[in-house]
């Protein structure tokens, strides 16, 4: 399965479209489901992704450009069993890197874009959040703002594209908001003297 869709995934990456990010959230499904069926039909999972993954693609702007995301399949399949938790920050630190194989190193995260979601919730108020989305929240059902997706690849001097045009309450099921974060310090270099 891995070297199947390993192939099916370096085919269509050449090309960098959507259906190069289907094949692989297709495949990171695959796998979440062959451990479930591994562990049999009580398995339960947390699975940590990126908000772009673990987010539901049908309430972003993923949608219109066909793309799918391992939030949206489980969801499909599996409705109210999958509990989605998105992420966010208005400002801090965050370990990423320049391109795909490159060092990681610790980053400035700059404010977060006027009107976006991670703004409107530092403006709320400075603390961290949680946030719980109930089935009826007209209000933040219809918004449409800005969600900042920080990856593993970060261009802080780019932050306009950082952000996925969202209904944030459609999109996870919670949020949590971290006002101001402090980049970690991976795990190897702890050990290294």
């Known amino acids: 399965m891995a070297v199947k869709g390993g192939e099916a995934y370096y085919r269509t990456m050449i090309r960098h479209d959507a259906e190069s990010w289907n094949v692989r959230d297709r495949h990171m499904v695959q ?5 479930a069926e591994f562990h049999g039909p009580k398995a339960r999972a947390i699975i940590w992704e990126h908000n772009t993954h673990i987010g539901d693609a049908r309430y972003t702007d993923m949608a219109a450009d066909g793309m799918i995301n391992v939030g949206q399949l489980l969801r499909e399949k599996y409705g109210k069993d999958v509990y989605a938790i998105g992420y966010g920050t208005y400002q801090g630190t965050v370990i990423a890197g320049r391109s795909w194989g490159a060092p990681s190193q610790e980053m400035k995260v700059p404010k977060a874009m006027v009107g976006s979601w991670e703004e409107l919730l530092h403006r709320s108020g400075g603390e961290n959040k949680l946030i719980l989305f109930e089935e009826e929240q007209q209000a933040l059902d219809d918004a449409i703002l800005g969600n900042r997706a920080i990856g593993v690849v970060y261009h802080p001097e780019r932050e306009r594209g950082n952000y ?29 003297q």
């Open 164 to 192: 996925v045009p969202t209904a944030v309450s459609k999109r996870y099921d919670a949020f949590i908001f971290i006002d101001e974060t402090k980049a970690l310090s991976p795990l190897e270099s702890a050990f290294v």
């Open 31 to 35: 796998a979440i489901e062959k451990l």
